[in-house]
């Protein structure tokens, strides 16, 4: 049966005590916008004739959603990371700040305080012995051109297993994640290992979403990054290494045409030696430019939970800003 109750004057009452309108504590966005979000819902159970069973399933699964890191993990898979960024990129676009090295997003698995090196850092810890040796390289440059120098470079991305250091507890603390200030010339250079992509895990609260609407949970092999220099907008950004079947198919929606990258695998001793090297590698370059601002708070990372990242760290990251 059928019925349709959701426009009546009881609903509409119900829905703003609900959302708190008729009392003065609380918070007024707050409540606008759970009021919004409420009534959408209501309508959509009307709409869709939800059943009592269907709703309280939708409940189990948000609580499944609230263990660990899942719903930082779906956000991605149902595009929300990726909308934050169009609207960015919109925002940019408004303000003329267009230009410079594409955003993408950050994603759940950064973690703060990673070991910080001048110019160059080993980002691997040597154990994992059937991977391909990384070497990671790249200029910081402004609009202009011209190199930054003292540029702060955060890197992070998985092993040869997909997995991440500290959310991966068989690794080591801060395995390939490093913080790389760059040289006189602008650069950055990493000796890592290729990361294999990323699959969700079989049967946690998002893959079982991502089954319900037909998808995978596979992302293609990838590193992030996190770029900033006074002066210049932060740039949080990805790029992808070429030729993995999931690179146009990221069930995180990451992927940037300008940022598919190709390694070059060199297998000439003289280049190995040159870089302290034992055997063949892939070389990978990415160069970065950098938008200018003078506004302050465009020159750090937005707010967000992250893993060790403590708010003391994050209030002394916007005073310096400001300076
Ligand atoms: C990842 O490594 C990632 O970058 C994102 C966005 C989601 C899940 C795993
Ligand atoms: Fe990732």
Known sequence: MSVKIFDTPEVQDFLKTVSGFDQSGGNERAKQIMHRLLSDLYRLVDDYDVTPEEFWSSVSVLNALGEGTQFGLLAPGLGFDHYLDMRMDAEDKQRGLSGGTPRTIEGPLYVAGAPEAEGFARMDDGTDSGAEVMWLTGQVRDVDGQPVTGAKVEIWHADSKGGYSFFDPSQSEYNLRRTIITDSQGRYTARSIIPSGYGVPEGCATDQVLKLLGRHGQR????????????????????????????????????????????????????????????????????????????????????????????????QQASQAKV
């Open 220 to 315: 293609p092999a990838h590193i992030h990054y996190f770029i900033s220099a006074p002066g210049h907008k932060h740039l949080t950004t990805q790029i992808n290494l070429a030729g993995d079947p999931y690179t146009f198919d990221d069930f995180a929606f990451a992927t940037r045409e300008e940022l598919v990258i190709e390694g070059r695998r060199i297998e000439d001793p003289a280049e190995a030696d040159k870089r302290g090297l034992e055997g063949p590698f892939t070389e990978v370059v990415f160069d970065v430019e950098l938008a200018r601002t003078d506004a302050p708070e465009l020159q750090h990372r937005h707010k967000r939970p992250r893993a060790l990242e403590s708010e003391e760290a994050e209030s």
